[in-house]
């Protein structure tokens, strides 16, 4: 079973809509990343989060997206005025730790249309 | 930043012999080296990391052999099994960034019965 549980599994959304992008932990994680995968190709790192703030970035994670733990538990992903090149499958992944693995969710399958 | 290259991208095997896959890394600062298998539509699973101050580890049929000097790192499963099929994705990451993983384009394995 993963550490991490993501919701919805599919999202399908029109152009220009917002989505929320749901994680939620099951136990005391301290580190959250989101990666996507546009289908076929491999997994690309866009944001890490640690102690309430973003601590690392990619060059997709622009304005378009943000992220936010706003209960201590929920970590969202958030993409504003989504585009059809947003469609991808968007995973969660979680870190207990220093030298700690990641572990990944099962994943939010969004659809733009 | 980080680009890790994969080898090869496609890899058919008979039941019961050995695959190998190769990745390369540019960043001599990366000291943490996970494999992941990602089965078709389901999340990433790690199945074996190394970090850079050990050579090699092994755990049951998988191994993973690291190079530091040359910067490359490979993955062997040994007797391999139907169940092996999948997409074996290599990935380099450190600590100064927090831990991001940076993926290698993925190899798509193929155990022939």
């Known amino acids: 079973e993963p550490e991490v549980t993501q919701t919805p599994s599919h999202q399908v959304t029109q152009m220009g809509q917002e989505v929320i992008l749901r994680c939620v932990p099951i136990s005391n994680h301290l580190y959250f990343y989101w990666y996507r995968q546009i289908l076929g190709q491999k997994v690309e790192f866009l944001v890490s989060f640690y102690n309430n703030e973003i601590s690392e970035k990619s060059e997709i994670f622009d304005d378009q997206f943000s992220v936010e733990r706003p209960d201590g538990s929920n970590f969202t992903l958030k993409i504003r005025s989504t585009k059809l090149e947003d469609s991808a499958m968007y995973f969660c992944?979680?870190?207990?730790?220093?030298?700690?693995?990641?572990?990944f969710g099962d994943g939010t399958r969004l659809s733009i249309l | 930043g980080e680009n890790v290259e994969q080898h090869p991208s496609t890899l058919s095997v008979q039941e019961g012999d050995s695959a190998v896959i190769k990745c390369t890394y540019s960043d001599s600062a990366s000291n943490y080296f996970p494999w992941y298998k990602q089965e078709l539509g389901k999340r990433p699973q790690l199945i074996i990391d190394?970090?850079?101050?050990?050579g090699e580890k092994k755990d049951q049929r998988i191994a993973v052999t690291l190079n530091k000097t040359a910067k490359h790192f490979s993955l062997h499963i040994t007797e391999t099994q139907p169940e092996d099929s999948a997409v074996y994705f290599c990935?380099?990451?450190?600590?100064?960034?927090?831990?991001?993983?940076?993926f290698g384009a993925g190899t798509t394995v193929t155990v022939r019965a």
């Open positions: 992944a979680v870190r207990e730790g220093h030298n700690q693995p990641q572990h």
């Open positions: 190394i970090r850079s101050n050990v």
């Open positions: 990935a380099a990451t450190q600590r100064s960034n927090d831990y991001k993983l940076s």
